[in-house]
Structure formats: C-alpha cells, structure tokens
C-alpha cells in the first residue's frame, strides 16, 4: 500500500491519502502522520485499499501535489549505513577507514523545517559553490519505543520511502572540522517521497531479520535524465532493524520518527567525483529511483 500527503490546486489544505494505481483516494487525515498516530489508521487505510466501496473522494495522481508522506516529522535522524560510502568518501580525501564504524550505526540529527516533496523545487542553499545530492531510502517509525531490541525493530516500521540529504560540500568541509557534525551544510533541504509504501508491499523483497535484514530494491540517481548513480538497498552494512534499535537505546521513539539509511554506494558527487559530473546547479533536475517504492524528483532553483 501507498500512502500519500497530497493538496487539490488550488486549495492548501492537505490530504491523506492511499494511492490505488492512478487513483488517490482521500482518508479522513489531514497527513499521513495523523493517520499512523490513530491505532486504527493503518487499518482503515488498507480497508480502502483493498475494496471498491471507496468512502472518501479520489482524484487522479496527475490531479494532485504530493507534499512529503510525514510533512512535520517528530525527529529525523540520518544515519551512515553503506560501508562502500563511507570508504570511498574518506578514500577521496586520502583518509583511512574509522574503525569504530563497525562498532556503531551512528547518525546525526537533521531539520525538519526544511523538507521538500516530489516535484517541489529546491532553493540553491545561498552562498554555496558545491551543491550534492545524497541518494537514500529511509523508513517511518510506526509505533512508539524505547529501548527496542534488535529482533522486534521491523514490527515498529510503518513503511519505506525515499530520502535526498541534500548537502553543500563547502559549508560541510567547515562544519565538519569543528567536530560537531554537519550543520549549515546540511539543514537548508531534505527531499522525501514521492509517498511511503508500507512493509507489507515489499515482502518479496525481503530475506533474513533482525541484523541480517536485507531487501534486494535498486537505487539510482539522474540529473537531466542522465544516469550518474547505481547501487542496491541489499548491500547496507547496518539494517534498518539495527538502526532503529540503536536509535532508541536510552530514548523513546515516536510515531512519525524518519529514519535515513546515509548515502548508498556511489550515491553522491563527493563519492564519484566531479568528473562525473560538475557540483549541481540551478535549473537541474534531480531524480532519485528505487525499485519498489518509486522516483522522488526535484527541480533546482
């Protein structure tokens, strides 16, 4: 099942939704994240889903705009899940693997105020010469935790959907040599969407639990049409049941929570270099594809 944030040009309301092909069928939520706080909201949703006897109004996708699938999420946390990442990043600055990587799914905080859904443009983050993108699949926390253990984590996933951690390299390079993380070079943008596709849909996808989690869903990333970027959701290092359980050690998670995986292999400019292709720019479009949940895309501006 896809679930979707959606508003009716010309009106600003929002809309949950569960799209059915082409067709959107409204649910009585405002978001997708007010529909996973009510317990019976997944379940009315599939009802939906599942049957003709449609209760809401539907649109066509094509009459719609999709907002991101959770519009104010609680928390978003981006985590650096991909070993060939996080290699070949430090390979480029002639840097040795950290160890404790191996130790620990670390992750950092990001905005929420600033994020951005399918076909919403992306301001050019001002005075920045080193725009990236950072291709990712992230999943929403469904029900509320603390302390999860590593076996039981995918029971507290609402679904998967598609995460951009847009980054300016320049402001980053600062920011990072003062030992406190990202920062400006990362809080102007983050894309979600284009909607959250529930575990269920994915299951065919899936093998192992717990730590060995694993789903077999290509990832790629074209600017102007052009492919730059390839991988595969099954090559993560660390799985989202471990991210998650990591996550809440000594802190509740709520619903709503977004969880990012960090950037695939291959899913960046700082990862493949500029030879590829130069620092993005006003005017490109970005699109982000993964095999089972769709293509997330952008227009720089």
Known sequence: ?????????PYPETHAGVLRENVVITLDYPTVLELLRDPSGLDWAFAEHETHNNRGESYLLSEVRLKTPIPEPPTL????????HVRAARLKRSAEMIPE?????TFYFSNTSELY?????VPYPVGSNALDIELEIACVIGREGKDIPVEKAADYIAGYTI????????FQAKD???NLGPGKGKDFATSLG?????TDELEARKTGSGASERYDMTMLARVDGQEISRGNFKDIYYSFPQMIAYASRNARLRVGDVIGSGTVGTGCLLEIGTQVHPWFQRGEVI???IDGIGILRNRIV
């Open 194 to 198: 284009p909607w959250l596709v529930t």
């Open 287 to 289: 699109e982000l594809e």
């Open 1 to 9: 099942m896809r679930l979707v944030t959606f508003v009716v040009p």
């Open 77 to 84: 946390r981006d985590f650096y899940a991909f070993e060939q």
């Open 176 to 178: 990072m040599k003062l």
């Open 163 to 170: 995460l951009n951690d847009w980054s300016a390299r320049d």
């Open 101 to 105: 990587w191996y130790e620990i799914p």
């Open 117 to 121: 859904g399918h076909d919403e443009d």
